[in-house]
């Protein structure tokens, strides 16, 4: 499919949904502007759901204003959504039918071909977490995180791409010896996952174990290149000695490295997604991603010529 554009769209904010006194909720005026400007740039999209509130999960109270993004955005062919609730990483047993029939229902009305979601903990014990930390990289921590992903395999309506998670220094913690990249691979071939490989992801993780340099390409190997249907890459930077995932929309060259070399390791690969632009409300894209994204869409065409 080459080139999409990736969008967390939280409520409230200039990129994501508003109020209208004569319309109610509805997607704000920056995101329409941007999906317009670059309609050419993308061949699908998906976008990240964000809870309204914290009540019970129903479908109904988003079907409003996700009816009016999908009237008013460019007809792209394809959309994804990226979810938060499964909890993939979690060790503890917790019913998840209410949010696996909340999101069958988001896929029967909208036709999402694929549902994404990190291979992390996004809560303990129901409890939320500020950012979601990877999962236990422990023998119980592997058994619980295959018996998640295939227990949302079996019941969601569309694919699950489980996504290899972030490791950033100062928000996320490593608890076991299990390598991530080993650990994510059993957990991909045990599920019969397809997988979603976060450029910055992997980065942040070969940076939290003190490599540098050629290094942090190192160990491509011990991924699951065969299951790789999606490849995400959102902005980062380096402060110091953090890696900092932020998606800002500012790609790294060291992002651009790793994706030319990541790719023809994935003879699977459909997608690669720029996700979590920031722009404008003229849906310009911030000055300093300019650079990033014109190589990242460049790289893009020339493969899929190729």
């Known amino acids: 499919m080459g080139l999409g554009v990736g969008l967390?769209?939280?409520?409230?904010?200039?990129?994501?949904?508003?109020?209208a006194q004569d319309r109610g909720d509805?997607?704000?005026?920056?995101?329409?502007?941007?999906?317009?400007?670059?309609?050419?740039?993308?061949?699908?999209?998906?976008?990240?759901?964000?809870?309204?509130?914290?009540?019970q999960l129903d479908a109904a109270e988003y079907f409003a204003v996700y009816d009016d993004l999908f009237e008013r955005a460019p007809n792209f062919a394809v959309r994804g959504l990226h979810q938060t609730s499964f909890n993939l990483g979690a060790l503890e047993h917790y019913d998840r039918?209410?949010?696996?029939?909340?999101?069958?229902?988001?896929?029967?009305?909208?036709?999402?071909?694929?549902?994404?979601?990190?291979?992390?903990?996004?809560?303990?014990?129901?409890?939320?977490?500020?950012?979601?930390?990877p999962p236990y990289l422990t023998d119980a921590g592997l058994e619980a995180s295959i018996r998640n992903c295939t227990e949302v395999q079996e019941q969601l309506a569309?694919?699950?791409?489980?996504?290899?998670?972030?490791?950033s220094d100062g928000t996320s913690f490593v608890i076991g010896s299990w390598h991530g990249y080993d650990f994510f691979r059993e957990v991909v071939e045990q599920s019969n996952s397809p997988a979603t490989l976060d450029i910055g992801h992997l980065l942040s993780y070969q940076w939290l174990r003190g490599l540098r340099g050629e290094e942090l390409y190192s160990e491509l190997d011990l991924l699951p290149t065969d299951h790789c249907f999606e490849i995400h890459l959102s902005g980062c930077e380096t402060s110091g000695e953090r890696f900092l995932d932020y998606h800002h929309g500012i790609l790294m060259e060291e992002q651009l490295v790793l994706l030319e070399r990541l790719v023809p390791l994935c003879p699977n690969l459909k997608a690669i997604t720029y996700e979590d632009p920031k722009f404008d409300a003229e849906g310009t894209l911030v000055a300093q991603s300019h650079d990033g994204f014109h190589a990242l869409r460049d790289m893009v065409a020339g493969w899929r010529q190729s």
């Open 158 to 167: 569309a694919p699950l791409l489980v996504e290899f998670p972030g490791f």
């Open 97 to 133: 039918s209410a949010v696996i029939e909340f999101t069958n229902a988001l896929i029967e009305r909208y036709g999402f071909k694929w549902v994404n979601e990190d291979l992390g903990l996004w809560s303990i014990h129901g409890r939320s977490l500020p950012y979601p930390l």
């Open 8 to 19: 967390d769209l939280p409520w409230g904010a200039p990129i994501g949904f508003g109020f």
């Open 26 to 55: 509805e997607i704000t005026p920056n995101v329409l502007s941007f999906l317009a400007r670059h309609e050419q740039d993308f061949n699908y999209w998906f976008i990240s759901w964000q809870p309204r509130g914290r009540n």
